[in-house]
């Protein structure tokens, strides 16, 4: 029955061929738009390189000081002695790393040319909590960040712009702002996107002319925490809730942070930390919350007005079918039968599109990445995009064909059969 159903439809689609067209570039370009955002999306914040156990790390980036009035605030990374004091101590992770929040430009001078890299200074550990994929070389040591060394990761294109190569570079010298380092590893190209560990140069954290061990709150660091498995994250936030909680803010009158009295800073989730980036949110959740039911109402309001012009087109290819659907009643047809068929000639439609506007998203994301507006951007179709494509093509397909589907099923055979039908 599925397979007659499905050779129907596709008589169907060709007998009107404008309709068709109308209908395939309606479902196929917001299936695109739709496809685009969410490969940026899953990119971000998905289960990527190096956030490859992204299911397992909660990021400490941001820190709230309000007084009880909520008059003033101040709100800024962490300063690394706070970080040091209360995050690395925590008992309930697999491991803690400190680095710093975001990233810093410096100049190099291969040749006779300028470089700017983005740099960003980690601990050993910051190669341990995420997964970077090494083409050369290894990440430097605990005992080379104690002891300051000047060594660094550079990422491929910096390689290839600086030596030439990516092969043979292990141990050669690559001098930033007039100082040396001697390159230990080279990783594959990381995307801004991942701005929690994107850089095109990592150092040790203690090579920095900061003053580590400034006892200010605020500053400009991060941690990003490990759990032994995915069911233990909630657990490393719970703890790290008690230990802040506990937290003893200095008196207002030394005039640190001035009336400020209470603390909002909380590990949370990688999607959590950008939202919280976005909306300035102090609560727990960073947001997240109202972001994802104000992207389901976009999605929904940009999905429905395509949707209303294929009910149209539907209800007008559907009344040039009425003798067929009189001939069918007449001859015993439920209105679930005709509800299923007319459903599946629809779903089917929306496939073809969805088919389309995965060719055209696939498209779109080279073009992006080819334009190098975002640096080292690699945004790609895959399983969950996949996924994600499936299911807004049946839901874009139900909305589509449900009441066509009713309204055409519930004619009166005799009328039908007349075709006397009122639009």
């Known amino acids: 029955m599925l397979l007659n159903y499905l050779k129907i439809a596709w008589k169907v689609l060709l007998r009107r061929k404008f309709f068709t067209f109308i209908s395939l570039f309606g ?12 490969a940026i999306y899953d990119h971000t914040v998905g289960p990527h390189t190096p956030e490859k156990r992204v299911d397992r790390l909660v990021f400490i980036a941001r ?6 009035a909520g008059t003033s605030q101040s709100n800024s990374s962490v300063g690394y002695a706070f970080l040091q004091h209360y995050v690395r101590t925590l ?4 491991k803690v ?4 929040d975001g990233i810093d430009q410096v100049v190099s001078y291969p040749g006779n040319q300028s470089l700017k890299l983005d740099r960003r200074y980690t601990d050993a550990e910051f190669w341990q909590v995420l997964d ?30 600086y030596f030439g190569t990516v092969q043979s570079v292990v141990g050669r010298a690559l001098e930033i702002d007039g100082i040396r380092y001697r390159v230990v590893g080279v990783v594959r190209d990381v995307p801004i996107s991942r701005n929690r560990s994107y850089a095109e140069l990592w150092v040790p954290v203690t090579t920095t002319n900061e003053d580590l061990r400034d006892p200010n709150f605020l500053g400009s660091y991060q941690a990003i925490v490990l759990a032994h498995r995915t069911t233990e994250v909630h657990a490393v936030q719970q703890e790290f809730a008690q230990v802040v909680s506990r937290v003893p803010v200095p008196d207002s009158k030394y005039g640190q942070y001035g ?8 590990a949370r989730t990688l999607l959590q930390s950008y939202t919280e980036q976005v909306t300035n949110e102090a609560g727990e959740d960073g947001g997240v919350g109202r972001f994802v039911w104000l992207v389901l109402g976009l999605t929904l ?14 209800m007008s ?19 679930g039968t005709l509800i299923g068929q007319f459903l599946v000639e629809n779903i089917f439609l929306t496939l073809l599109g969805g088919v389309l506007g995965l060719v055209l998203a696939a498209g779109v994301l080279y073009l992006i990445n080819d334009s190098h507006y975002l640096p080292y951007a690699n945004f790609s179709l895959n399983g969950r995009v996949f996924l994600a494509a499936l299911g807004v093509v049946l839901i874009f397909g139900a909305m589509s064909g449900v009441y066509p589907a009713y309204k055409m099923s519930k004619l009166q055979a005799v009328k039908a059969l007349k075709e006397e039908i009122a639009a």
């Open 27 to 38: 479902i196929s370009f917001t299936l695109m738009i739709l496809l685009v955002i969410y």
């Open 63 to 68: 820190m709230q000081l309000v007084n009880e």
């Open 91 to 94: 008992r309930t992770p697999e």
């Open 97 to 100: 790393s400190i680095s710093q």
């Open 132 to 161: 970077f994929d090494f083409v050369v070389g290894r990440p430097y040591t605990p005992s080379e960040v104690r002891s300051a060394a000047h060594v660094a990761v550079i990422n491929e294109s910096t390689s290839r712009r």
């Open 259 to 266: 009336d400020a009295n209470i603390i909002h800073c909380y």
């Open 301 to 314: 309001l940009f999905m429905l007005l395509p949707a209303l012009n294929l009910v149209n087109i539907n």
């Open 317 to 335: 290819r559907m009344l040039e079918r009425s003798a067929e659907i009189g001939v069918r009643k007449a001859f015993g047809a439920t209105v």
